[in-house]
C-alpha cells in the first residue's frame, strides 16, 4: 500500500497534472464523439487536448519545486492555449489555483482544497451564461468535496482524491440528465468527461508513485458505435477567439460588450492578460471591439457549422483543407465541406484574420484610405494543427492544399503542424504550384473527389497531374500598388507607363508567379486578355473557368462573357471577389481568371494511384509536399 501523501510540492504538481493530461490526451477522440453542447461540432477533445497540450509543454520545459510557481506557469500556459468552451474554462480554473496558491511553496490538503475552491469560482465568474449539467457542474462538485473532506482534518493526499474522485465521477453521470441534448443523445457532457479524465490521471499517478516520472499515455481507440448528437441550425456560426494584452484591461466593460454579439461567452484571465471565447456570425466585430481594450492576439474563427457537418459527414473518407490565398465561392466551400484557414493581414499594427476579419471589399477599402502599406503572413503552424487534430478524429484522412511555396511559407506551416499531430500518418499537404482562383479550382477539385469516396492516395494522384495543367493569370488594376509593397521597382513602372505595357502575371508550373507577357497599349485590355488566354487553351479541351475582380464585378462578367465567346467548350464557371493575396499588389480594378480543364475531358489519364511505398504525407519532389 502507497505511503500516505501529506504535501504536494511544484515537482509533484507537476508530475500529477502531466499525468493527468496524458489520460485526457489519450481520450480525445472520445470526448469528441460525444461532443453534443453547446454545438455539436465534435471538437471538445482537440479543443480540450490542445489547451492542456500547451500546459503539457510548459510543464515538460523546466522543473520548479514551487508549488504556486507551478500552478502560475500552468495556468499562463493555459491561458495562452485556450481552445473552445472547455478549454477557456479549464484555463480559468487553474488561474484561480494559481493565484490562491502562489504564495505557497508545498500545498497542504486544506490549501489545495482553499486552491480548487478558488478555481471553481474562477471558472464559474468567467461565464456569461453559466449552465449546470456541464464541465463547470463537476469542476464545482469535485471542489465542494474537497474542501469537506479537507475540513475533517483529513491530511493524507491519497484518500483526499480518491474520495474526491468518486464525487466528480457522480456528477459526470449526473450531467446526462441535466441538459437536454445530453438526454437526447444519451451521452455525459464532454468537456466534464475531459475534466474527469485529468482526475482519474492525476489520482492514478499518485496511487503508483507521486515522485515518479508519469509514463507516456497509449492511445485509447474511440468507441465508433458513439456518435455526435443530431445537427441543427446555429444561431452562431463563428466560435471566436481571441487574447487582449494591456496594463489594466477593464473587463466588466468589456464582458458586457462582448455579451450583446452572440452566446457562449466565455472571459479567462487577469486585467493584464484576458482571452475571449465567443459564438458569433460576424468574428470581425469582436475583434474590433477587442482593439479598444488592448492589444490583439491569437485571433481565430472556426466555422461550426461546416465543423458540424464535418463531425456528422459519414460519407466522405476525406476531408479536404486549404488556406485563403485560395479564392472559392461560398457556395461550394460548404457544399463540399472545404476547411479553410486564414492567413493574417497587417496594416500597421492592426492585424486581421484574411477573410475572417476583413472580407475583400474592406480589404480593398483599406487598402486605398491607409497609407501604411499592408503586409500578409503565413497562419501560424498552431492553426493548421488545431484543424487537422479536429479533422483527423473524424476522416480517414486529410488532404490539405496550399497558396505555391515559392511566395509563401504557408506550405511549409502545414507540412510543420501535421508532422506534429497525433495521426500525422493520415494527413497529406499538396504544394498547389498555384493562387488564388487556380489553387481554389484545385481544391474545389479534390472536395469533388472526396464527395465521391475516393481515398487521401487516390485525391493525391488526381492532383499530382491536376496541378500542371491548372493555371491562374492577373491583369493588374494598378503597379502603385506593387511599388508600394516593393515587389516592383518604380523605375519598372514608370517604363511600363510610358511604353503602355500591362503586364500579366501567371502562376508558372515551378510554382512562380511571375510575368508571362505584356499588353501592349491601353485600349481594349480586356480584348487583349481573352485573346491572351485563349492562346494558351486546347481549342478542343473543355474548361472550368473562375474568374475573380477587385471592385469591378461588372469588368469581371463582360471578361467570362468574351471568354466563353472565344472558348465555348466551358464545363463551369464561376465570377467572385479576389482576396488580399494578388489584390494587395495590383489595387481595385483587379482581374483574376483561374483555368482547369474539365476531369471530364482527361478521364483515364488521372487515375494513376502513387506507389504504395511512397508515403504521401512528405512527398517533396514534382508538384507535392
Known sequence: MPAPVLELNGARLSRLLRAGIHRLLADREHLNRINVFPVPDGDTGTNMALTMGAVLASLRRAADEHAGTTLTRAADAALDGARGNSGAILAQFLLGMGDSAASHAALSTKQFAIAVTTGATYARDSLSDPREGTVLTVITDFAAETARLAATGLHDFLTLFSQALGKARASLQLTAQQLEELRAARVVDAGAQGFVDLLEGMTAHLHWDVDAEPAEPAVQSADSEVSVGETHDLSHRFC????????????????????????????????????????????AEVFRIANEFGEVTAQKADDMQRQQQAAHDRQRRVAVVTDSVADIPEDLLDSLGIHVVPLRIQFGEQSYLDKVGLSPEEFLAELVRNPKHPQTSQPPAGDFRRQYEFLASHFEGVVSIHVTGKVSGTCNAALSAAQRVQKSSSIAVVDSFNASIGQGLLAIYAGELAAQGWDSKQIVSALRKMIPLTRTYALVGSMDYAVRGGRVKPAVKTIASALRLSPVLATHVDGRVAPAGMLFGRRHRRDKLVRFITSRLDKGRSYRIGIGHANAEAEAQRLLEELRRAHPLVESSFVIPVGSALSVHGGPGTLVVGVQPSPRSLIGHLRLPLPDRTPIQVIRRSFIY
Not at 242 to 258: A, G, H, P, Q, W
Not at 259 to 265: D, V
Request: positive net charge; charged residues 25%; glycine residues 4%.
Open 240 to 283: 471566436t477567439e481571441c487574447t487582449i494584452t494591456n496594463t489594466n484591461i477593464d473587463r466588466r466593460k468589456l464582458r458586457e460588450r462582448m455579451a450583446a454579439l452572440g452566446s457562449s461567452l466565455v472571459l479567462a484571465g487577469t486585467t493584464r492578460k484576458s482571452k475571449v471565447h465567443i459564438h458569433v456570425n460576424d468574428p
